[in-house]
């Protein structure tokens, strides 16, 4: 048997505040993989990997540099990258009882 790791990708627009306090929620949800944040033109500004064991220590200096881009003028395109929950998938074993 092995694990299978999926991923879904969710994507919302946000300003300012919203933008910092949503990223804010999404470190500490334990289920989140990876956020990006875009600019208006699609654009790539900031990756940030989230790992399950970040700390507040670790998550200050990422939502600090996020309120930073928060405060530039425009609307930021928020991507999250969710971890799935895993399932099972048995293997191709023809003599595996079923």
Known sequence: MTIE???RRTG?????QALVDKVKELVHEGNV???IIKNDTGHTVIEIPVTAGVVVAVAA????AVGAIAALAGE???????RAEPEPVADDDPDAPE
């Open 5 to 7: 790791q999926e991923t």
């Open 33 to 35: 993989r990876r956020i």
């Open 61 to 64: 200096p990422i939502v600090t």
């Open 76 to 82: 930021w395109h928020i991507e999250i990258e969710h």
């Open 12 to 16: 919302m627009r946000l300003r300012g």
